[in-house]
């Protein structure tokens, strides 16, 4: 990135990507990305918070003009009581990822789940009025999961290694939409009997991540999707993960973690920069980030 859009100057907008830790956030290698072009006078750097620190953080936001502030764990929950107001999603499920300061007031929205459906659709998913699997009840999971029955999707089955967290994102899905939501066991006869009758499998967990120890117990589930059900991994490094690799290998569709980062940037860049982002500014992220992580970019 040659950064020629940056001014600096006193209009260049400072957008703060905040956790704690931060060091290897991908997120600035997209919006800076982005901000070149789109022609945009901003940049974004990754600011290392402290829990607790937070209402700080906000004062000094507010006396230094800046504007825009993207949470990553572990602030995502902790923001919401914070804000002015938030959306729905992000109320149900205590989580922001996009925060815009202004004259009146402090906006949060939580864009995971919406990025998430957004990428599936784009990769071909169709979600009206199918079944779908869910593996995983972290915090991308409930947010997902909303998006999901939002969008048409009329039964919802959630496989978690610990149930309790499943139930309360099912809870939440059956009281707050028209979804049907039911929490399933990780075992592999659980699996199959839920995979047979659904049109879309989403692993929403880090399982197969690079530098995470821990990989899926069983995926031969993949086997027994019917051959027009889309799958979908949040994993974005590496992009062929283990999940996407069986899902092609049995011939199915495929929507790897890398394409929700980049759909993400189309309602997010709306909700704090009113901006539009094209086919080719998303294309031009994914290459921006591949190239940075060393991995191909023709997934």
């Known amino acids: 990135m040659k950064l020629e859009n940056i001014k600096l100057n006193l209009d260049t907008e400072l957008v703060l990507n905040v956790g704690d830790p ?20 901003a940049i974004m750097l990754p600011c290392e918070i402290k829990k607790g620190e937070l209402p700080k953080l906000l004062d000094a936001c507010r006396l230094m003009g800046i504007h825009y502030l993207c949470p990553t764990m572990p602030h995502k929950s ?12 992000s109320k149900l499920f205590h989580s922001v990822n996009a ?8 906006h949060g929205s939580g864009m995971d789940g919406k990025g998430a459906v957004k990428a599936m659709e784009e990769g071909g998913a169709k979600l009206n009025g199918i079944n779908a699997l869910l593996y995983g009840a972290g915090g991308i999971s409930g947010v997902t999961a909303y998006e999901l029955a939002q969008s048409g999707v009329k039964k919802l089955y959630i496989a978690n290694r ?6 309360r994102i099912a809870k939440l899905v059956n009281e707050n939409t028209a979804a049907a939501a039911e929490v399933i066991g990780t075992d592999a006869a659980s699996l199959d009997k839920a995979a047979e009758s659904c049109e879309l499998f989403a692993n929403l967990t880090p399982l197969g991540m690079k530098g995470f120890d821990k ?19 949040c994993i974005i490094n590496p992009p062929l993960s283990e999940t ?23 309602v997010i860049f709306k ?12 294309q031009a992220c994914i290459e921006e980030l591949c190239n940075y992580l060393g991995v191909p970019s023709n997934f």
């Open 22 to 41: 931060i060091g290897k956030t991908n997120a600035p290698r997209c919006y800076n990305k982005l901000f070149e072009r789109l022609h945009m006078n």
């Open 78 to 89: 902790d923001f919401v009581d914070l804000l002015d107001d938030v959306d729905e999603t």
């Open 99 to 106: 925060i815009r300061l202004d004259e009146n007031g402090s």
């Open 162 to 167: 610990t149930p309790e967290k499943a139930e």
């Open 215 to 233: 990989k899926h117990d069983y995926l031969g589930f993949i086997d027994r999707l019917p051959k027009t059900a889309t799958v979908f991994d």
């Open 244 to 266: 996407i690799t069986a899902a092609r290998a049995a011939g199915l569709n495929t929507v790897p973690g890398m394409r929700m980062l980049v759909a993400q940037m189309d």
């Open 271 to 282: 909700f704090l920069f009113n901006q539009t982002v094209t086919g080719a500014d998303k």
